[in-house]
T-cell receptor, first 108, second 115 residues
Framework: GQQVMQIPQYQHVQEGEDFTTYCNSSTTLSNIQWYKQRPGGHPVFLIQLVKSGEVKKQKRLTFQFGEAKKNSSLHITATQTTDVGTYFCAGPGQNFVFGPGTRLSVLP | DAMVIQNPRYQVTQFGKPVTLSCSQTLNHNVMYWYQQKSSQAPKLLFHYYDKDFNNEADTPDNFQSRRPNTSFCFLDIRSPGLGDAAMYLC??????????????FGPGTRLTVT
């Protein structure tokens, strides 16, 4: 079945440093979504990428969809303590699958 | 504000005692999902409704059932909860269109404890 993998599993950064999480799917995705879940909270939708090679920006966040539509990345520039949480990629397929997530902690 | 509401927020049940979790939405979305999320893990899709069409994930145990009496409400029934069913249960909704399903809006979740 479809598998979605993410690396790293954990990332600890100093406030102001950059952060990147990578998502890889075993199958081609029609689109990919990114969610953020704060500690104790529920997943919140960030963005959806649809086109091959697509790049979208939201303030300090940059999202990219691979040319083959099997991988994606989320990059945060100059992290802040408000960026703390777990970032999940998720893709549709035979079933909707969340990646295992990357837990980001930001040290002030 | 339009939203996804889950009740109760915390539920304690006894081993083997049936329990029902509820979800309601004011977004008028046609797709509703139930996820199970265990500590430090990703949400795992149990099933979803596309309008009235029920879609069960292949590995969802028979112990889990769902009902959607109308667009706004969806219920998760756990017929005989085991200790391994203790988890956060998340309800989500989304719209849909020709390009597939859209972003999902999650409720705050119901944390289930099995004693």
């Amino acid at each position: 079945g479809q598998q979605v993998m993410q690396i790293p599993q954990y990332q600890h950064v100093q406030e102001g440093e950059d952060f990147t999480t990578y998502c890889n799917s075993s199958t081609t995705l029609s689109n990919i979504q990114w969610y953020k879940q704060r500690p104790g909270g529920h997943p919140v939708f960030l963005i959806q990428l649809v086109k091959s090679g697509e790049v979208k920006k939201q303030k300090r966040l940059t999202f990219q969809f691979g040319e083959a539509k099997k991988n994606s990345s989320l990059h945060i520039t100059a992290t802040q303590t408000t960026d703390v949480g777990t970032y999940f990629c998720a893709g549709p397929g035979q079933n909707f699958v969340f990646g295992p997530g990357t837990r980001l902690s930001v040290l002030p | 504000d339009a939203m996804v509401i889950q009740n109760p927020r915390y539920q304690v049940t006894q081993f083997g005692k049936p329990v029902t979790l509820s979800c309601s939405q004011t977004l008028n979305h046609n797709v509703m999902y139930w996820y199970q999320q265990k500590s430090s893990q990703a949400p795992k899709l149990l099933f979803h409704y596309y309008d009235k069409d029920f879609n069960n994930e292949a590995d969802t145990p028979d112990n889990f059932q769902s009902r959607r009496p109308n667009t706004s409400f969806c219920f998760l029934d756990i017929r005989s909860p085991g200790l391994g069913d203790a988890a956060m249960y998340l309800c989500a909704t989304s719209g849909s269109g020709t390009s597939g399903m859209y972003e999902q809006y999650f409720g705050p979740g119901t944390r289930l404890t099995v004693t």
